[in-house]
């Protein structure tokens, strides 16, 4: 059964480089533990790439960041000393616990330009792990697992899904896929998840009698085993995982407990959140508001 439907909305990072955000929303706040969903294009960008488009060093708490590109190449650097190219199919997964700073640039593509897309995600974590010390881990596409059937491919990015498992350190269980679909194919949502979801990267599928476009994603109410056809060939990403509880999101921080946030806002207006050793000469302010 169909929960909710959420529109993409668009929200610029700075500098004129544009997302389509989904999660959070008014009204779902997160799909398991997935509490942040923005699609990073699809953009081309004229060489050469301005260093203004890229995004500056920022800092997190609280959470994973979930970077996975479609197309393009960016940069990440953070104060871990990290220094990382993301390519397509590749996946970046940045656990924040008690504080570290990142940037994300273009530097790869900054000569030449070219298209970009790609996909940000943020994974809470249990409170248990909130104040973890910071940690990055990085997986070439050609670590995580494939699978293919009936006009179906996909690559299970981290977590569980079809009786397949990504290398992928997680701390609760969820799912996260890129899936391909061709014309008339079908696929049916993981059955052992509390909470599930499907965005339509390209395409349209079709979900009990009635379409949905690129840009849209489905929340599914828990039970059952939702199956979704393609109308023509589509691209979805399937995400979910079980339910971690309330918690709040005030700019890039994410804590089941609010004072954690106000602590982290001084923290990182104090300077005691260090920036990329190696990315060190601007960063963004802790904004006044948030929208």
Do not use: C
């Not at 640039?105 to 973890?132: K, L, T, Y």
């Not at 596409?141 to 397949?164: C, H, Q």
């Amino acid at each position: 059964m169909l929960d909710l439907v959420i529109q993409t909305r668009v929200h610029d990072l700075g500098g004129g480089f544009e997302v389509g955000r989904v999660l959070p929303y008014r009204q779902r706040r997160m799909v398991g533990p997935f509490i942040f969903f923005d699609r990073m294009g699809p953009h081309t960008l004229p060489a050469p790439i301005p260093r203004h488009t890229d995004v500056r060093p920022h800092p997190h708490i609280g959470l994973s960041t979930v970077t996975y590109l479609f197309d393009g190449q960016m940069t990440h650097r953070d104060s871990l000393g990290i220094e990382q190219a993301i390519l397509p199919g590749a996946l970046n997964w940045m656990t924040a616990g008690s504080g570290i700073s990142h940037s994300e640039r273009f530097d790869g593509m900054r000569q030449n330009g070219g298209h970009i897309d790609g996909i940000q995600a943020w994974v809470a974590v249990p409170e248990a792990h909130e104040e973890d010390d910071p940690a990055f881990d990085h997986y070439a596409a050609d670590r995580l697992p494939t699978f293919s059937e009936d006009g179906v491919s996909g690559r299970v990015i981290a977590g569980s899904a079809y009786g397949v498992d990504s290398p992928a350190k997680v701390h609760s269980p969820l799912f996260y896929l890129d899936v391909a679909l061709e014309p008339e194919a079908r696929i049916a949502l993981p059955a052992s998840h509390a909470e599930r979801a499907a965005y339509v990267a390209s395409g349209t599928i079709e979900f009990d009698g009635r379409q949905y476009q690129k840009g849209q994603m489905l929340v599914f109410a828990p039970g059952g085993t939702p199956t979704l056809k393609a109308l023509a060939a589509s691209r979805l990403m399937l995400l979910g995982g079980e339910p971690l509880g309330p918690r709040h999101i005030w700019w890039n921080f994410v804590s089941s407990r609010k004072e954690r946030i106000e602590q982290a806002k001084a923290d990182w207006q104090a300077g005691r959140i260090a920036l990329p050793s190696h990315d060190n000469a601007e960063f963004i302010p802790l904004p006044d508001t948030v929208a």
